[in-house]
């Protein structure tokens, strides 16, 4: 057990490094999220602000913009998983005495730790362009809390479509379906200003008790309504991204230098 | 002495596709093995299943004593395998290439094992470098230098030269005889007779999936016990026109330059009917002579390769 978590921390060090030596995709991952924010708040924000009562755009709008940047920040794992598996050296990692877990968590563990410090990133953006939170430190550690939860649980579907894929191209793709979810919630516009058949899309996906929980949060201190129907689908998706990950793993060698 | 490894009847299908359809060989220990065959012919999905990708359909594999498919952990710790991509990490140093095996192979001091293997390689000035700007002789050394990190027992590599310039491979040779020479047991596939002829103390040929002969070297030279017949021919017609008409009765191969190569067993009734056949058909070879039979000779005769009597 000492030993496999040993060998977890050397291959999450291994990709941790892969992630500080490649500015340029610490860059784009962050890129988008912020640039998004900057686009509502002073370009769309005038418009659409005026829908959402009460909260201030901004305050509406940072919690799709964080767990846009998780999204962002998965893509780039997944893609990390398939070079690793298209270069032959997972195989390497496999024909040595390192279990599984370690090869498959040195990755989530990485991916999790590096989409964190991002999030911390973008909320200090947005706090410089005049984000403010009522939460207190319980209702930030729930928030931190159900952040790394759902970067775990969607990091673990990105490691299935990482080692599923064929192309390093395709590994990331997966992503826009998540972006597009993100679109067709409550992140960045209310849900009462879309057509009916949106409308009922939109408040029964995963992504909407996600945004809706973190921004209740954030905004208010408290969890709000939906936090169990936000944990329910999190660890709903980490079980079954967790199991159809590991199947793909068992079954990759085959594919994979031959 | 005891084997390193024990192969028999291994047997595995891909879909429909079977690729070992019976392979069967043992490997002494400390010694450099050979598993000779032509692209196709399962050499790496053999070292595949040897080194635990992958589980074989049936037979059984053993490697430093252990069945690979009922123990593939305790294998593991006994092998290291060198795959035909370098299996390096870009975007580490050499040198850290070389510390992350150490560590997760809990090597006692892995520091100290790096930089002993990058100068053993002839890695030290580019030891912290990206491996990224490695040239592909630099890339495989640090491949072979990480596969020998714990010294494991067994190492397997495959095709180790394949895409070298004759200089990287006489390089890779050194290595490999100097592995043997420290006692570890190399398993190694190739495509080249020259190679296992050059390396190994045993080999075995792998042909569609099957061990169609093997032995050492000389051993399998002498699959071919009578060596050869050349005959020359005056063009590549006259050259044809016999292979026709000796492909009834005489296993032959043919040869650049108008040449024919024909089996014997070195007997006189059989050389002689083959200058019978020959002068029935009004066909003249320019000259003939006797040659000791090649690696190369025992690989067309046991494949079947380049026969046309089919």
């Known amino acids: ?258 | 002495m005891e084997a390193a490894i024990e192969v028999k009847s291994l047997r595995k299908s891909y879909k429909k596709v079977s690729v070992l359809k019976d392979v069967s060989f043992s490997v002494q220990k400390g010694t450099v093995f050979a598993l000779l065959g032509s692209n196709g012919a399962g050499k790496t999905t053999t070292i595949n299943i040897l080194t635990t990708l992958i589980k074989a359909d049936g037979g059984t594999a053993a490697v430093a004593g252990y069945d690979v498919a009922a123990r593939p952990h305790k294998v593991r710790n006994e092998i290291s395998l060198t795959g035909q991509l370098a299996a390096v990490d870009n975007r580490l140093t050499g040198r850290e290439n070389l510390l992350l095996i150490g560590d997760l192979r809990h090597v006692a001091d892995s520091a100290g094992t790096a930089a002993d293997l990058l100068r053993r390689f002839g890695l030290e000035e580019a030891a912290d470098r990206g491996v990224s700007t490695f040239s592909g002789g630099m890339r495989r050394r640090l491949d072979i230098a990480m596969s020998l990190i714990g010294s494991p027992a067994v190492i397997f590599l495959d095709e180790p030269t394949t895409g070298f310039d004759p200089e990287a491979r006489n390089e890779m040779w050194r290595t490999i005889h100097k592995l043997a020479q420290g006692g570890t047991t190399v398993f190694l596939t190739t495509q080249h007779l020259e190679e296992a002829d050059e390396l190994a103390d045993h080999i075995a040929v792998l042909h569609q999936g099957r061990t169609v002969a093997s032995g050492t070297a000389s051993e399998l030279k002498k699959l071919v016990p009578g060596g050869l017949i050349e005959l020359t021919f005056h063009d590549d017609e006259t050259r044809d026109a016999a292979a026709k008409v000796l492909g009834k009765s005489h296993a032959h191969t043919e040869g650049d330059g108008a040449r024919l190569s024909i089996f014997t067993d070195g007997a006189v009734a059989q050389v002689a009917s083959m200058f019978v056949v020959l002068r029935d058909a009004r066909i003249e070879p320019t000259g003939f002579s006797q040659k000791v039979a090649t690696l190369d000779d025992v690989f067309l005769k046991v494949t079947g390769a380049g026969r046309e009597d089919e």
């Open chain 1, 1 to 258: 057990m000492t030993r496999t978590l040993a060998d977890t921390w050397t291959l999450a060090k291994r990709s941790l490094r892969h992630i500080t030596r490649s500015p340029d995709t610490v860059i784009t991952v962050l890129l988008m999220p912020i640039a998004l924010m900057l686009l509502f708040a002073y370009v769309w924000g005038g418009a659409v602000g005026r829908q959402t009562g009460s909260v201030s755009y901004i305050n509406f709008i940072v919690p799709g913009i964080v767990v846009m940047t998780v999204v962002s920040g998965i893509a780039y794992a997944a893609v990390r998983l398939n070079m690793d598996v298209q270069s032959g050296i997972i195989n390497r990692f496999r024909t040595m005495p390192v279990a599984p877990s370690s090869i498959l968590g040195g990755q989530v563990a990485s991916s999790t730790l590096s989409n964190v410090v991002s999030s911390v990133l973008v909320l200090l953006v947005a706090f410089a362009i005049g984000f403010r939170s009522q939460a207190g430190v319980v209702g930030w550690l729930v928030f931190a809390g159900i952040l790394v939860l759902f970067t775990l649980s969607t990091t673990w579907l990105a490691i299935f479509f990482g080692l599923l894929a064929k192309t390093m191209e395709g590994a990331g793709a997966f992503s826009y379906v998540l972006i597009l979810l993100i679109f067709i919630s409550p992140a960045f516009v209310p849900t009462n200003s879309m057509t009916p058949l949106l409308r009922g899309f939109a408040e029964n996906q995963p992504m909407t008790p996600v945004v809706e929980t973190m921004r209740s949060l954030l905004v208010n201190g408290t969890a709000g309504p939906k936090v169990w129907t936000a944990l329910a689908w999190i660890l709903g998706l980490l079980v079954i991204s967790y199991l159809l990950s590991v199947a793909v793993y068992k079954r990759k060698a085959i594919v994979v230098n031959t």
